[in-house]
């Protein structure tokens, strides 16, 4: 740990975000159709926890809200565990006040199913169909508050990334977007690695783009950080 | 090692199963909706993972054909890894001829979406509806062919516990069921514990019950396998 700080210090990045605030959210979220099925999606969540393991690295004081992981806390970091999109929605938003950066890793499922079934469903049919409603939209709701933090999003496509994910910056307000190609399976949703494209705009309005290469998720999470902060600056 | 071979040397049982070749199903299934979105249910595969292990212990030759879960092989158990329904289907089926014993202790989903996007699905509705279709019916296809094994089968339920599990034990033609409430979060899918009750038809057609008291997971498994080493006789 000693040695950690040192080599931090002497890299110059020690307190890049000290004194700043971050939450971040990670992993999936569940769905509940009845108490023993749930629609869920693939996120590991190693990203969203190399990223609060990164940030706490440079100084900032980290609040993890996971959905259901495998994965142990990182060292320094508070970690709010919840399973569902509206737990997730609900721990944000009693957090995001104290936040100067949101960071919205999660993947969180867009919609839930309309009704909750007390007791396991029986099958029967040869056939079921289930009605989905749309879950509250976590990124939106934070970007869109009258004092946002600094709001990053993550974008985690099959194709066409770059442009769905420029969509997503500008619908959503934010300030900063991370774009990744989730159907390749080098750097996928269960890899170690990851390599994205940044993607904002500048003060004149005009879109930009940087490309993180392929690394490790806690050096991509890093350059992540060290990138955002410079343009809080 | 040597020391758990003495000691089952001594408790008697250590050939129970000599000779008997096992299938066994763990963990649950997912089913695919998209690239990144799934169903599932929330099986850890505990259960069937300390079904392998005891059986492993009582000498038997053991094949497991698990689903998604976070757990390590039991030694000199054969694990075949799936993900689907009809993954786990075609698995068993490839097996299913050299066992004397098959216990479907997965947790697979009746249900698949009817038709699996090639790219993720775009969220542009309030509402959503997807069709499901019924996925094969694993045990009773292994419960219904022309010459057997000793087809054991679990109730996972939350009400209604003991009549379903008679339903299916005749429905299904299976020689013994193993039935528990898993909205007990004493013993449901994540605990390391379990209690159960056992039912099956003797050979006058009379159904019989056996309750397993509260216990670990492997002692459970190991009363399982020798009450149905019994019936065997």
Tied chains: 1, 2.
Excluded at 91 to 101: P, S, T
Excluded at 146 to 158: L, R
């Amino acid at each position: 740990e000693l040695r950690d700080c040192i080599v931090q210090h002497f890299a110059g990045n020690h307190q890049l975000l000290a004194s700043k605030s971050i939450l971040i959210t990670a992993g999936p979220t569940r769905e509940a159709i009845d108490p023993v099925r749930y629609l869920s999606n693939h996120s590991s969540g190693k990203m969203g926890f190399a990223l609060a393991t990164a940030a706490q690295q440079l100084g900032a004081q980290v609040t993890l809200v996971s959905g259901p992981v495998q994965l142990p806390t990182p060292p320094g970091v508070t970690r709010i565990d919840v399973v569902s999109a509206q737990d997730m929605y609900e721990a944000v938003l009693a957090q995001v006040e104290q936040a100067d950066i949101f960071i919205g890793c999660a993947a969180v499922a867009d919609y839930r199913p309309e009704q909750i079934a007390d007791s396991k469903i029986k099958k029967h049919q040869d056939t079921m169909h289930l009605s989905l409603v749309k879950n509250p939209d976590i990124l939106a709701t934070v970007a869109h508050q009258p004092n946002p933090p600094f709001t990053i999003g993550f974008a985690a496509e099959t194709d066409d990334v770059v442009r769905y994910a420029q969509d997503k910056l500008e619908q959503k307000r934010l300030r900063l977007i991370a774009a990744n190609d989730v159907s390749d399976t080098q750097i996928g949703f269960n890899s170690d690695d990851n390599a994205m494209q940044l993607l904002w705009q500048d003060e004149q309005g005009q879109l930009q783009q940087l490309s993180l290469n392929r690394a490790s998720k806690l050096q991509i999470a890093t350059q992540l950080l060290q990138h955002a902060a410079t343009l809080m600056k």
